[in-house]
């Protein structure tokens, strides 16, 4: 057990729906990362957010959002959703602002759209 | 902007045999470089990492990995896997100790009985 917790584990909606990714860091850990995880595109960089700010981007589309609350929890909003969006979300953290140290992933949401 | 590859996506050995995952990493001056392994339906776990010193790392469940500079590789070894050694690893990169972590696509690890 990482001590990243993610909800939903499972979720399956339909095209243009929209769904919220939750996830509980280890506790004491300030920085929470977001990855989607396909079998063609492997597992890509997100979102990063660090003591409830914007850390870093990646590849994430206009049509995600995601946040830190003051209490470090962190969401994952995904809109107007597509079929390819179909993927694992996972959610790791780490006690750095950085993820140099080590970080540690839930298990993951596994979204399916139909 | 960094990168890594892993050029195996598929690797399959029998247990007991050696074992050694290959990565390059794409990165001007010398990254802080990790392994991870997912086991089916988990998230993923530091094997180990990478940042500076000793070119040969030793990881947890008997991986090491050695760092070769001159070839941008962090390969993967393991002298004897076992059949829970079945996974997929993923080879990562950082530049720094502030960056966010880029993964390779992963290799899967089929063992043999």
């Known amino acids: 057990d990482s001590g990243v917790t993610q909800t939903p584990k499972h979720l399956i909606t339909a095209t243009g729906q929209r769904v919220t990714l939750r996830c509980s860091p280890r506790s004491g850990d300030l920085s929470v990362y977001w990855y989607q995880q396909s079998l063609d595109q492997g597992l890509q960089f997100l979102i990063q957010?660090?003591?409830?700010?914007?850390?870093a981007k990646g590849n994430i589309l206009e049509r995600f959002s995601a946040q830190q609350f003051p209490d470090l929890h962190s969401e994952l909003n995904l809109s107007s959703l597509e079929l390819g969006d179909s993927a694992l979300y996972f959610c790791?953290?780490?006690?750095?602002?950085?993820?140099?140290?080590?970080?540690?992933f839930g298990e993951g949401s596994r979204l399916t759209v139909l | 902007a960094q990168s890594v590859t892993q050029p195996d996506i598929h690797i399959t050995v029998s247990e007991g045999a050696s074992l050694e995952l290959r990565c390059n990493y794409s990165?001007?001056?010398?990254?802080?470089l990790f392994w991870y392994v997912q086991s089916p339906g988990q998230g993923l776990q530091l094997l180990l990492k990478?940042?500076?010193?000793?070119?040969l790392v030793q990881g947890i469940k008997g991986f090491e990995a050695e760092f070769k500079r001159s070839q941008s590789s962090f390969n993967l070894r393991k002298p004897s896997v076992h059949w829970s050694d079945a996974a997929e690893y993923f080879c990562?990169?950082?530049?720094?100790?502030?960056?966010?972590?880029?993964f390779g696509k992963g290799t899967r690890l089929h063992i043999l009985p």
């Open positions: 990562a990169v950082g530049r720094n100790r502030d960056d966010k972590i880029i």
């Open positions: 990478y940042f500076s010193g000793d070119t």
């Open positions: 790791a953290s780490s006690v750095a602002s950085g993820g140099a140290g080590e970080l540690f």
């Open positions: 990165y001007g001056a010398t990254p802080y």
């Open positions: 957010y660090y003591n409830g700010e914007e850390r």
